[in-house]
């Protein structure tokens, strides 16, 4: 027998849950120590809630992972998961099957905020890659070409007195968004990440213009609304 055929699922080499996890995607369960899948909050042996552990947003969600999600299939699987980690299910359970319930709701909650607002979905994605979007010096946009069309939108945001040019802001920045959206999605689909990342930076100032112009046409005195 070979080395690899003796390197059963559950057992890593040297005998580490941490190696044998990352060869198979297989843990011992704290409660059972039967063997369970990664992914999954519940061991398949005794139905134990697991620790939530370190999936990313995508797995936890049982989701390929990409910038195009179909959002009614992400809010299926999240209200699913969301049922079966309801704090009631718990109230008989130990106090360490009633933390790790509460861990895997919180892990659960971040995985479904993140992945639903597009902005932060392109942003994570970047940063699986390795590449973060705010560097935090504030000078997040150094392409001369966004850096213009981000002055020109500022200008015909600040130039808008009345409901009219404030609205023609809005549309134009929501349309423009969207169809940012649409590149990112093309971008990543086919691996392009300075696209990706150059889209997000832009996706980023687009959202907030979004906003901004929301704001100021609630603002705007009512005789010129
Ligand atoms: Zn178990």
Known sequence: MSAAEKNEPGAGRDGSPVAAAAHSGVVACWSCRGPTPAAEPFCATCGAVQPPGQLDHFRRLGLERGFALDTA???RRYFALQRRLHPDRFATRGPRERALSQSQASSLNAAY???MDPLRRA???LALEGIAVDRGDG???DDPELLME???MREALADATDAAS???VLDHASAAAESCRQDLARAFAAGDRAAAHRLTLRLKYLSK???EAGLRRLRLPAKVR
Do not use: F
């Open 73 to 75: 299939e992400v809010e």
């Open 113 to 115: 905020e993140t992945l």
């Open 123 to 125: 942003g994570y994605l």
């Open 139 to 141: 000078q997040t946009i």
């Open 150 to 152: 981000a002055m020109e």
């Open 166 to 168: 404030v609205k023609g």
């Open 209 to 211: 213009l979004v906003e």
